[in-house]
């Protein structure tokens, strides 16, 4: 187990106007090194957790420790479910942009927009239109944009969502490959084969508090299940979550 | 720097990619200051210079049915055409086929009527000098009727009633006087003093009012060329106002808040490439009026003797327009809304600030209105330089007034993404 790199302790987030928390009382750490999974039902709370780390919003009580391995401040890589992309410029455009507001200089954005762009198999679009691209391609640049920096520690909401087996396939490599290099993956989806296949360390939320918190093989063990949807459906029931 | 420019660069090639929003921005305005000054201009030579065609059914069994026939048709202002078979039902009916835009029913009595009434008058003045001795008769007074097509607006009616008028007064005031002279026993008036009575003595110069020596005569152009252009400046609100709520609805205003970046680098972007748009706009339409306008037959744009005051309130115009487009984008939630909201409420403050109708036509609350749309002030701004050709004392106020609705509305727009938590 690597160093602490993220510790959580006791975050509640209540929403203005809302009656119940979003999160209650949560508290975890994060290692480096890790490839940890968030999970839960609709509404459990994942997106504002994952929120709250990025820094995206503040939350109500409790405090969020941020341990940078190198640097004095943790480098944060955001890859958002929404594909956050400019569709009218190339993709090559793009990452100049998003580059240079990750502080890069002008030459080291060249040399990761060409590097990432070869990894993900986007260097023979890369002048082309966003638009232009298929679902698939626009994940894997959506993917390229949120870790050009070289970031300590990556959080990907549901990065494959609506892509085709060949750029899941091409994602979930890539970011392995990330992790052996020493970069901290926090993952959100509901492709449960693919966490399972992906993630060694688990956090399962329900209604804002953490109902699961361990090692995959240690929650198959205490739970005497053979898959994480069934650890799933066992602790957050079989009952439609649907908040309207 | 660096940051900046690259935010610069993407929002340049955003723009350049928007074939529609260029054209938008650029074809769009050009071909309605066009247009707009080839009609107010055709408008301004009906009413200057082009003659108001007249019906006259003339059934005056006298003469001066006729001699106010001639008057009006010397006036040069009509085109006068006789009809003496018309009745009063026919007049209207050919006015309404669209033969002509005025008529005037002159009934068989006229001349009696108004030399009865003439000789009343001075029969009644001779007796008030106790000079003359004739009994004063009680008249009818003539009336003559004016028909006119719907479409005449009502202040070219009353012009038109006000000229009849001037003639048969005229007229009266010679029955008047030849009534007097026969009384006193001189059978014929004067030449001298009828020529005297038939012209007009008072001379009126016309000039427009100017603050220093350099005047401009004003003309369509003069008066549309700048207030066109400040609407089409604002129209910029459907292409900033909807770049704005696509960015922060695609995720990339939140992707950004997890950069190092400041949000204040994005807005600060789009600022200043939209401000480019602003003055480009100005360059062109400017450029149209005054080199273009000539050479097709439209009255020049004149341009001010003070291009600095010219550039200072172009540039204050451009980020008050700017400054509004990030107010929309920032308080709409979709692209339709801001659309909507955007152009419409452009169309209600152009209104408003006398883009169409000059504020000083309108009611005295409608002009305090017209002080809350910034297109008033922007527009003022132009006016005080193309037309007053004003000195900076003017200019001061404009300018303060235009940077205080710029100030408004850049805190709107950040009180608004902090609510949001953008910023």
Known sequence: MGQAIIQIDNISKRYKDASEFSLNDVSFTIHAGDKFGVFGPNGAGKTTLISIICKLFAQTSGTVHYFPTNGSELSIGFVPQDLALFEELTAQQNMEYFGAMYKLRKKEVKARTEELLSILGLSRVADKKVKTYSGGMKRRLNLAIGIIHNPEIIFLDEPTVGVDIQSKNAIMAFLNELNKKGTTIIYTSHHMEEAEEFCDKIAILDYGKVIAFDSLHNLYKSYNVSGLMEIMLLLTGKEYRDNV | ?423
């Open chain 2, 1 to 423: 720097m660096y940051r900046l420019l690259a935010s610069i660069k993407k929002e340049l090639l955003i723009l350049i990619n928007d074939k529609v929003g260029l054209a938008l921005m650029f074809v769009l305005p050009l071909l309605l200051v066009f247009i707009i000054t080839i009609i107010q201009d055709s408008a301004f030579k009906i009413v200057n210079n082009n003659q108001i065609s007249m019906l006259v059914a003339n059934h005056d069994k006298g003469k001066l049915g006729t001699e106010l026939t001639k008057r009006l048709s010397d006036s040069g202002m009509f085109e006068v055409t006789e009809d003496k078979k018309l009745d009063a039902s026919g007049l209207k009916n050919k006015i309404a086929k669209n033969e002509a835009l005025t008529g005037i029913y002159i009934a068989e009595d006229f001349s009696q009527k108004l030399t009865d009434l003439s000789s009343s008058v001075s029969t009644q003045m001779l007796s008030d000098f106790g000079i003359g001795e004739g009994e004063v008769k009680e008249v009818t007074n003539p009336t003559i009727q004016f028909v006119h097509d719907p479409v005449l607006q009502e202040r070219y009616c009353q012009s038109i009633i006000g000229m009849v008028h001037a003639h048969i007064g005229s007229m009266e005031s010679e029955r008047m006087i030849n009534s007097i002279y026969a009384e006193m026993g001189v059978d014929e008036v004067p030449e001298v003093i009828t020529q005297k009575i038939g012209k007009n003595h008072v001379t009126i110069n016309k000039m427009p009012a100017s603050v220093n020596k350099k005047m401009v005569t004003p003309n369509a152009t003069q008066h549309n060329v700048p207030a066109w252009t400040v609407f089409a400046m604002f129209f910029m609100v459907v292409s900033l106002g909807t770049n704005i709520v696509k960015e922060r609805n695609s995720g990339s205003f939140l992707r950004i808040k997890t950069m190092p970046s400041s949000f204040g680098v994005v807005l600060m972007s789009k600022q200043a490439v939209y401000m480019m748009v602003g003055i480009v706009q100005v360059l062109l339409i400017f450029s149209m009026g005054a080199y273009v306008f000539p050479h097709i037959q439209l009255p020049e744009l004149y341009l001010p003797a003070n291009m600095l005051g010219m550039l200072l309130v172009t540039l204050l115009s451009t980020l008050t327009a700017v400054s509004y487009s990030l107010m929309i984008g920032a308080i709409t939630k979709t692209q339709e809304q801001a659309n909507g909201a955007g152009a419409i409420s452009i169309i209600i403050l152009a209104a408003l600030g006398g883009v169409w109708v000059p504020t000083f036509v309108m009611p005295e609350f409608m002009q305090l209105l017209s002080e809350l749309s910034p297109l008033h002030w922007c527009i003022e701004g132009y006016y005080i330089l193309f037309l007053k050709n004003g000195n900076w004392g003017d200019l001061s106020r404009v300018m303060m007034i235009l940077m205080s609705f710029s100030l408004t509305f850049q805190i709107l727009t950040y009180l608004k993404f902090r609510f949001d938590k953008i910023i």
